[in-house]
Nanobody, 119 residues
Framework: QVKVVESGGGRVQAGGSLRLSCAAS????????MGWYRQAPGKQRELVAE???????YFADSVKGRFTISVDNTKNTGNLDMNSLKPEDTAVYYC?????????????WGQGTQVTVSS
């Protein structure tokens, strides 16, 4: 089993910055990818950014140029750096990791961390 824990959420004014961190721990595994999703009240959960262990990245159009994502494969940790935050970035942010156990590649989710951007 793998435990995923997010940290770094909080309240910030529009234009500000926050760093979210994600740490995966537990059984021996190799990290395949780490992704950040968010869910605002009344909306579906959406993919914000994702990074593979090889360093390939994806960003939703709404955050391109403002958010960056990184991963440390040796520590199974990663960060989502959010800059120029807007009120519409307000949501619960979730970290999702895909790990590799031999031929099995399960997905694990964190509990989420609240990000609130005030205007």
């Amino acid at each position: 089993q793998v435990k995923v824990v997010e940290s770094g959420g909080g309240r910030v004014q529009a234009g500000g910055s926050l760093r979210l961190s994600c740490a995966a721990s537990g059984s021996v595994f190799r990290l395949k990818s780490m992704g950040w999703y968010r869910q605002a009240p009344g909306k579906q959960r959406e993919l914000v950014a994702e990074i593979t262990s090889g360093g390939s990245t994806y960003f939703a159009d709404s955050v391109k140029g403002r958010f960056t994502i990184s991963v440390d494969n040796t520590k199974n940790t990663g960060n989502l750096d959010m800059n120029s935050l807007k009120p519409e970035d307000t949501a619960v942010y979730y970290c999702k990791v895909v790990v590799v156990f031999d031929l099995w590649q399960p997905t694990f989710w964190g509990q989420g961390t609240q990000v609130t951007v005030s205007s």
